[in-house]
């Protein structure tokens, strides 16, 4: 299973990340959507069945529908993934905020937004590895990164593989898991 991960786009949804998440079966929103239209772009998606997405600062509660909150826990290929906009509400300490119980399922990755940087990497937490996501921004990139999309690959509960490329697909970062399946 593919996950598609954006952040921050601060506005309309940009032509080409419809385009760059074309293949994915399900997309993440990390939060500051700021446009209701963006949720309602990404389901338009034809091969994404299920859009998630968490608010972020400047986001207020119920402009993005009711479903939406802080927080999203959520299953893809049986593995758990938690979102939120800020990077430390996705630490360990908070997953039980977020409504994950880490002891009975820990999460597979924790996804953020809001610091526009793109950043991909495996942290270890007292339930075991987990992979850190943050897309960058797809809008208002910082420290000279352009504006950029996540992928995860998901398989059999075990996030395998993960990458952050830009807008036009030029791959700017990759992860991948050393105990792959």
Do not use: K
């Not at 954006?6 to 293949?23: E, F």
């Not at 990404?42 to 998630?52: E, S």
């Amino acid at each position: 299973m593919l996950v598609g991960v954006v952040s921050d786009t601060h506005g309309p949804l940009p032509d080409a990340a419809y385009y760059a998440l074309y293949g994915c079966d399900v997309v993440v929103h990390a939060g500051d959507v700021c446009d209701p239209t963006v949720l309602r772009d990404l389901r338009a998606i034809p091969t994404v069945r299920q859009v998630w997405a968490v608010l972020g600062n400047n986001d207020l509660p119920g402009s993005l529908g009711s479903q939406v909150g802080r927080y999203a826990c959520l299953q893809a290929a049986g593995a758990h993934l938690v979102v939120a906009h800020y990077p430390h509400h996705v630490a360990p300490s908070h997953w039980e905020a977020a409504g994950l119980n880490p002891s009975v399922a820990p999460p597979a990755v924790a996804i953020h937004g809001h610091t526009h940087v793109p950043d991909v990497r495996q942290l270890t937490s007292p339930q075991g590895p987990y992979l850190l996501m943050c897309p960058g921004s797809l809008r208002r990139p910082r420290g000279g990164w352009p504006c950029a999309v996540g992928f995860i690959e998901v398989r059999a509960g075990v996030a395998s593989s993960a990458r952050i490329e830009t807008l036009q697909g030029e791959v700017l970062l990759t992860w991948l898991n050393p105990n792959r399946r």
